[in-house]
């Protein structure tokens, strides 16, 4: 489907990160959209893995394309080291997406129209306005948390956290 558009997903490789996300690309194939959904190497396995009915004979005509790269780390790494793991990723993962995106275009005949990056993989956006594709970050947490994180800094100046997220006073008073 030529007029389709295409939209490349790319969650941090955690289930509280691609879990939304993929609720979020059903959403945008309810709209009419394709969806490229770029996994790491490491949780496309695990995710193929546990699909109840992997048949890979109808996969082609599924709007939700699952793809993976690499994310740098052997086989034996322990993933749950975020600060190795976010370094290894950001080594290795925008330019194995650019590759991607690259033979998506080239081979496959499909336009990317946008990619939708988790914001903690804001480089995914990068890699997409280096290509001249739009691009829009998605948070996956709550709103309050968003809410929170944004905030910080002001909360720091203003005297009611530390810079270690501690309270600083024993009651806020709301006039």
Not at 10 to 36: D, R, T, W, Y
Not at 47 to 66: A, C, F, G, Y
Not at 95 to 105: A, F, G, N, P, T
Not at 151 to 169: E, F, H, R, T
Request: contains cysteine; aromatic residues 6%; glycine residues 8%.
């Amino acid at each position: 489907m030529m007029n389709t558009p295409t939209v490349l997903v790319l969650p941090f490789p955690a289930q509280g990160h691609v879990n939304p996300m993929m609720c979020l690309s059903h959403k945008l194939v309810e709209h009419g959209c394709n969806i490229i959904f770029v996994n790491s190497d490491f949780n496309h396995k695990r995710v193929v893995s546990s699909m109840e009915n992997n048949d890979k004979s109808d996969s082609s005509s599924s709007p939700i394309k699952l793809v993976s790269i690499p994310d740098g780390l052997g086989p034996e790494h322990d993933r749950v080291n975020l600060g190795e793991l976010c370094v290894s990723m950001l080594n290795t993962m925008p330019s194995k997406l650019e590759k991607l995106i690259q033979e998506i275009q080239l081979n496959e005949g499909i336009k990317v129209i946008c990619v939708v990056a988790d914001v903690t993989v804001g480089w995914g956006l990068e890699v997409a306005r280096k290509m001249g594709i739009k691009g829009a970050y998605f948070w996956p947490a709550s709103a309050s948390m968003f809410g929170l994180q944004h905030n910080a800094p002001k909360l720091i100046a203003d005297g009611i956290l530390d810079s270690d997220g501690n309270y600083l006073i024993n009651r806020i008073t709301f006039d």
